[in-house]
């Protein structure tokens, strides 16, 4: 068995064999692996350790409910075959749990987590077919197979059977496992996978792209563990077949053009930036500079035109795909967490291409926001979209059946430390800000790193280099943008006003004047032991203001304190509204500790204005109060409500909170599972037209053909004569039309009868349908819908007088 160095390549922390082969070339910069990082804070720590003891066994526990793991044992022959999970790429699961318990075993030793590890890999292994092929929903020979899967092998790759997508995970968990434990169990299983992957795929062989990217990455791991080229040519050969001309070949799939004639970001989110980190990880391994221009044309359009403040990418549930430039809606954001975590791969992987800050400041913006947000402080709860506004429609869930985002954030955070250093040489660069002792083999010197701060609540950072003799080298730590007026590369966003206080550095208890090189403060000299920086971050709440062309944030501003966006929750204030809610754009912003509330966080507060609708009249009240916002990452922890990131500075910009009317009043019921959807009846807010998604609406896809209902019990009996129901139509792309019909019920007596109507039924997009009817004292209406033969109905809102 070939004998491992203990240099480590990868923002994973990806180990080479030492004998047999020869030096290659690889990323310019290396990152510091998480395993010589020890996070201490109080920030990190607890949520590695919540990730460690609460999300990965809660999530194996789902995945033995849901029949994940039972996929393995059907495919083995050790169960009947005659069920299976929902999705094709559920055994993904599997391997994303194995990978973030293996990197937490490379950190702290546990034998039963290993034993059971060795249980899973062990059915993993007897589910692989002999000649490597490991795909359970095909082996397990089902009588009526999944749909997705194909008469054959690789046949519907391209489209949704997900075999590579599979295999790219199991490699990338075969990897981890390998590194903390010294096992080849899993590695000769994904070992025996790839093989098959090398005799089938090729130019002249199978020449089919992977439908969802990850193969890519997941084969560049493997090829850093073992030294077979063979991986990496396979890599590039999925990247190189990719493009026009097929069937599949699409937007959504970022195959409508070879990878290297793509310079905008299309499609779906997560497809994307996994292809951009795999394009990343063959051009650092092969030179290809054609990779290189495509991905930083790439990055320049998500980065200047499609990032969220908070981070996350993805704008839109149709393909949750990217949008339009400046096309970043907040209530309808996607922004899915797999999005935020494949987003921190790609920079984390740009800058190690080119060792330039801005890199680390979208990847840190992502962290602490989009990314963090998808997990509650629980542990145990999660977000699939993370959107940037919510009138209670949003809640974190307990499992999902497309459980991506869950097992993605399983394996993320035990890997945070991994990004927090990185060395080219005698260049060591201090990218992110936490409490942590790291141990650094520079060829100066071997080093040990302390950071002591309570980042990101304060900007003090105490810095002690250790290096085991007296040696030159070189520190280099990021200046993040936000605190030099550029909260994101480019002008996407921009702080209001013009002054901050300046970035501060001192070196054993001096002021230290620095030069600064791509984003970073240089510190170029001869260190020696219990050597002291002390780095002070300028830590006052910043407005943040977005292009005019980002029609959804227009005459309204951001919160950030440091690294972290703010948002303001129903829970925190006045009527558990905040749509409501104005603060002008001079208001002070007073910071405020609060230990007590949600694990302990900084609040905002600002002096601002709410306003209300009245019955029978359009003069609104308005009423001054307090306004209180909160980290955005920790919202929804309190139960559903109202929430938004995009704080009005003008009236025109916000939502008076409606009167009360009969429907509001009322309680809602309907032919349809998801409860969370019947609010949308009678939230009173206004579409802007049938396509609407900037708020709640209720739908029955993906039913179709036919009847559904929806109910309203008033809180008293009322006389009512009229009614209005605003239609959703997605169309042309979404699976939602207007009804082949309705009608409208009354209850008397315990019984339905249908209102005498006066006039007929209309059904039309883009505007209120309203029916008139002889009037009737009831307790309660109920409207039928008759779904068409192609469509799905939906509704916005539904009033009654």
Request: hydrophobic share 35%; proline share 6%.
């Amino acid at each position: 068995m070939k004998k491992i160095l203990s240099t480590l390549f990868s923002c994973c922390c990806i180990a080479v064999y030492a004998q047999d082969i020869p030096l290659r070339p690889d990323y310019p910069i290396q990152p510091v692996a998480f395993t010589q990082v020890q996070v201490n804070d109080g920030f990190w720590a607890p949520k590695i350790k919540v990730n460690a003891e609460v999300t990965i066994p809660y999530t194996l526990e789902q995945c033995r409910n849901t029949g994940r793991i039972d996929n393995f044992l059907r495919a083995a022959g050790k169960m009947p075959g005659d069920k299976f999970t929902e999705f094709t790429f559920d055994d993904t699961d599997i391997y994303k749990i194995i990978e973030g318990a293996s990197y937490g075993l490379q950190v702290q030793k546990n034998p039963e987590l290993e034993s059971y590890l060795d249980t899973l890999i062990a059915y993993i292994g007897a589910a692989q077919e002999p000649d490597g092929y490991l795909y359970t929903f095909r082996t397990m020979n089902a009588p009526k197979p999944h749909p997705w899967v194909g008469a054959k092998r690789w046949e519907k790759e391209e489209d949704l059977s997900h075999e590579l997508y599979n295999s790219g995970h199991l490699f990338e968990a075969a990897v981890a496992h390998y590194q903390a434990t010294g096992k080849r169990n899993l590695l000769d299983i994904a070992i025996k996978n790839a093989d098959l992957l090398v005799r089938d795929f090729g130019f002249g062989k199978e020449e089919r792209f992977p439908g969802h990217q990850i193969i890519e990455t997941g084969l560049t791991r493997l090829y850093r563990v073992t030294g077979n080229r063979q991986y990496l040519e396979l890599a590039q050969f999925f990247l190189d077949v990719r493009g026009p001309g097929k069937p599949d070949s699409k937007e959504y799939n970022q195959a409508h053009k070879k990878v290297t004639e793509q310079h905008e970001a299309v499609g779906h989110a997560v497809r994307a930036t996994y292809m951009y980190t795999g394009m990343a990880d063959v051009a650092a391994l092969t030179g290809n500079s054609d990779y290189l221009k495509a991905i930083d044309d790439i990055w320049h359009d998500v980065v200047e035109k499609k990032l969220y403040i908070t981070g996350g990418i993805g704008a839109t549930g149709a393909g949750e795909a990217f949008g339009k430039p400046y096309q970043l809606p907040n209530m309808s954001a996607y922004a899915e967490t797999c999005a935020s975590i494949a987003n921190v791969y790609w920079n984390s992987r740009m800058f190690l291409l080119h060792g330039d800050a801005k890199y680390i400041d979208v990847l840190e913006r992502t962290l602490y926001n989009g990314l963090l947000s998808g997990v509650s402080l629980s542990g145990d709860r999660f977000f699939y979209p993370n959107p940037l506004a919510s009138m209670g429609q949003h809640q974190r869930s307990a499992w999902f059946g497309c459980a991506c985002c869950i097992s993605n954030m399983t394996r993320f955070l035990p890997s945070m430390p991994g990004y927090i250093y990185a060395q080219d040489k005698n260049d060591l660069y201090i990218n992110l800000f936490a409490g942590n002792t790291a141990k650094i083999v520079l060829p100066a010197t071997a080093v040990s790193i302390t950071q002591q701060t309570d980042y990101p609540w304060d900007g003090r950072n105490e810095i002690i280099i250790d290096p085991a003799k007296t040696a030159a080298f070189t520190l280099r730590i990021r200046i993040p943008g936000w605190a030099q007026q550029e909260p994101v590369p480019g002008g996407l966003y921009h702080m209001q006003g013009t002054t901050a206080a300046p970035v501060s550095i001192q070196l054993n208890g001096k002021p230290y004047t620095f030069s600064t090189e791509k984003g970073y403060a240089v510190l170029k000299r001869t260190w020696k032991k219990g050597d002291r920086i002390v780095l002070t971050l300028p830590m006052a709440p910043r407005k943040i203001l977005a292009d005019e062309k980002v029609e959804d944030d227009r005459f309204r501003f951001a919160l950030q304190r440091g690294p972290l966006m703010y948002c303001l929750e129903g829970a925190d204030n006045l009527d558990s509204a905040v749509h409501n809610i104005v603060v002008d754009q001079q208001a002070a912003v007073n910071v405020v500790q609060r230990p007590d509330m949600l694990n302990g966080i900084t609040v905002l507060q600002m002096d601002g204005t709410s306003t209300k609708r009245q019955l029978n009249s359009d003069e609104l009240i308005y009423s001054r109060q307090q306004v209180t916002a909160i980290p955005y990452y920790a919202w929804a922890n309190r139960g559903p409500g109202d929430m938004t990131v995009w704080i009005p500075y003008e009236a025109s910009a916000a939502k008076p909170q409606p009167a009360p009317t009969i429907a509001s009043k009322s309680r809602v019921s309907a032919s349809l599972r998801n409860a969370r959807t019947l609010k949308a009846l009678n939230d009173q807010y206004e579409p802007k037209d049938a396509k609407d998604n900037n708020a709640p609406y209720l739908h029955w896809w993906p039913k179709k053909n036919s009847l559904e209902w929806v109910q309203y019990d008033f809180d008293q009996p009322y006389t009512v004569s009229e009614s209005s129901v605003y239609w959703y139509d997605d169309g042309p792309w979404g699976g939602c039309r207007i009804p082949a019909g309705w009608k409208l019920f009354y209850k008397k007596d315990g019984a339905w009868l249908p209102v005498k109507t006066i006039g007929d039924y209309t059904i039309a997009k883009d505007r209120y349908n309203t029916v008139r009817f002889e009037p009737v004292e009831t307790t309660a209406l109920k409207m039928e819908i008759q779904q068409s033969v192609d469509h799905a109905a939906g509704l916005h809102e539904w009033t009654v007088k």
